[in-house]
């Protein structure tokens, strides 16, 4: 199970980026995917979640109603969108896949991607 994140960046606060989840097929169908972050000195906590089959998502109180996360299975990728950007947003983003669901225990992971919202 391989999972690549990237679409991180530098962004000033009110603005938007799409972070990317590449995962292999077999991944995509059958994982839950969840995108988590963690900044300096702080625990590692979820942000978001999608099941495999599209069932729900799941999002943390902070980020309901600015981030989403969708799938594209054509291209076997998950996104998450994140809009309207705080300060306190900016941490290491990581993607991960669950074969238990949103639920699940998150077995598998990818490289994280930095991103940073000034103020």
């Known amino acids: 199970v391989q999972l690549q994140a990237s679409g991180g960046g530098l962004v000033q606060s009110g603005g938007s980026l799409r972070l990317s989840c590449a995962t292999s097929r077999f991944t995509s169908d059958y994982y839950a995917i969840g995108w988590f972050r963690q900044a300096p000195g702080k625990e590692r906590e979820g942000v978001a979640c999608?099941?495999?089959?599209?069932?729900?998502?799941y999002y943390r109180d902070s980020v309901k109603g600015r981030f989403t996360i969708s799938r594209d299975n054509a291209v076997n990728t998950v996104y998450l969108l994140m809009n309207s950007l705080k300060p306190e947003d900016t941490a290491v983003y990581y993607c991960?896949?669950?074969?238990?669901?949103?639920?699940?225990?998150?077995?598998?992971w990818g490289q994280g991607t930095q991103v940073t919202v000034s103020s």
């Open positions: 991960a896949g669950a074969i238990g669901g949103c639920g699940g225990d998150f077995g598998y």
């Open positions: 999608i099941s495999s089959g599209d069932v729900g998502a």
